[in-house]
């Protein structure tokens, strides 16, 4: 699969890394544990990706869409979601949730990686939307997103089936700037790193500016 990568693009590595783990797993093992189904007749599963399907084949992991639209698709565009998918069905799998949501202070080293998640997606989010929320509606609108009551606008995204993230608003006025807050469900815990997390809402912004 050609990602279109430079020579010393620091994703190229990882995903070789990855891709070559995939290769030797087994595909009903795969299956069973993330829950995506898997045909044996066109050796490819079927993903279900922020709010869209997808076929990915097993053993070369080839991406296409099971039907086609005119928006843009986070899994055939960004290397990182590539690599967040090819992760997840190297070592994830399905996790019930509770219902309840969790801060990033809240996951296990979030601590730790606070400051470059603030940076990266919640300072993002604020500025890029706080006082523009009625693009930021109509971008959550576009994926599928769901309405939540909280802040001042805010929608719920589910990345994959099961593991969702919120996305708060707070308007700024004279006084203070926009705010933001991103909460997770808290089964995300149980598949993914404090660090995958700052790269699934890295790729759900870079597909709302899309959008």
Not at 52 to 61: C, D, G, I, L, S
Not at 121 to 149: P, T, W
Not at 198 to 210: G, P, S
Request: hydrophobic share 40%; charged share 25%; net charge negative.
């Amino acid at each position: 699969m050609n990602l279109d990568y430079e020579k010393d693009n620091k994703e190229r590595v990882p995903f070789e890394h990855y891709k070559a783990e995939y290769m030797d797993k087994d595909p009903l093992e795969i299956s069973s544990r993330t829950g995506f189904p898997y045909s044996e007749e066109t050796r490819s599963f079927t993903v279900w990706f922020m709010g869209k399907e997808y076929y990915v084949t097993h053993p070369e992991f080839e991406v296409s869409r099971t039907e086609q639209d005119d928006f843009w698709c986070p899994l055939l565009e960004l290397p990182a979601a590539k690599i967040l998918v090819i992760r997840f069905l190297n070592e994830g799998a399905q996790a019930d949730a509770t219902g309840k949501f969790l801060t990033y202070r809240e996951v296990p080293w979030g601590e730790v990686y606070y400051r470059q998640f603030n940076g990266r997606c919640m300072m993002r989010l604020a500025f890029s939307y706080g006082n523009r929320q009625d693009a930021f509606e109509s971008a959550m609108e576009k994926l599928n997103g769901v309405k939540v009551r909280a802040g001042d606008t805010g929608y719920q995204v589910e990345v994959f089936r099961g593991f969702y993230v919120r996305f708060l608003l707070w308007a700024g006025d004279d006084e203070f700037p926009p705010s933001s807050q991103i909460l997770f469900s808290d089964n995300f815990p149980a598949v993914f790193h404090a660090e995958d997390l700052v790269v699934v809402c890295d790729i759900i912004l870079n597909t709302l500016k899309k959008m």
